[in-house]
């Protein structure tokens, strides 16, 4: 008995371990910082991956972007800037977000974009300081699919003071679901070797 419930469990597992990640959403595929004026222009590359499709009110947050300096955003044609101290967050994302460093977030305001690795251009933002640490950007998009709404939430850079901190990252969902499935399995193992012994 513990010998099949064993086999099935790594069978699970295996099979869970090679599912890749989702690749949906609006994806940040390169972060670039140059001098400008004696401050520092960090610019985001974006792409819209096949899965996914966008349309007028879609949109895109970086959080914590430091030592932002007014009126220095830009965004492509067909995009809106704009800045918050909290959100916006798409439902059911928790990214951190601290109150007092602001958040920049672009909407869509287009034509929709239908499936198709597509990059959506540059994206920048001029701040006071060159050093960067790990943050997070959330999107709102639509599944190509079905239409409906999707999310997600990816790590990015953003710019602080030199000395900044690192916000802890989250796991993968496969990591996640690897975690819910093996500990379980770990404890009923014990407890069938307990029983044996």
Not at 48 to 58: E, M, R
Not at 70 to 99: C, E, H, K, Q
């Amino acid at each position: 008995m513990f010998r099949r419930l064993l086999i099935a469990a790594i069978a699970l597992i295996a099979a869970l371990a090679t599912v890749t990640p989702a690749q949906a959403g609006l994806l940040p595929v390169q972060v670039t910082i140059t001098p400008e004026g004696g401050n520092y222009q960090w610019t985001y590359s974006i792409v819209l991956p096949t899965n996914s499709q966008l349309t007028a009110g879609n949109f895109f947050t970086i959080y914590d972007f430091g030592g932002l300096l007014p009126g220095t955003i830009s965004a492509p044609t067909g995009w809106a800037a704009s800045v918050a101290m909290v959100g916006p967050t798409p439902p059911l994302l928790a990214p951190i977000d601290n109150p007092t460093i602001p958040n920049l977030t672009f909407t869509y305001t287009g034509p929709t974009i239908t499936s198709g690795e597509l990059g959506l251009g540059n994206f920048s933002a001029l701040s006071m300081y060159a050093a960067g640490t790990d943050s997070f950007l959330t999107a709102q998009t639509q599944r190509t699919s079905d239409g409906k709404g999707d999310s997600n939430i990816t790590e990015t850079s953003v710019p602080v003071p030199f000395g900044g901190h690192s916000p802890p990252t989250l796991p993968e969902p496969t990591t996640l679901a690897l975690a819910g499935i093996g500990l379980p399995l770990l404890v009923l193992a014990r407890r069938i070797r307990r029983g044996m012994a």
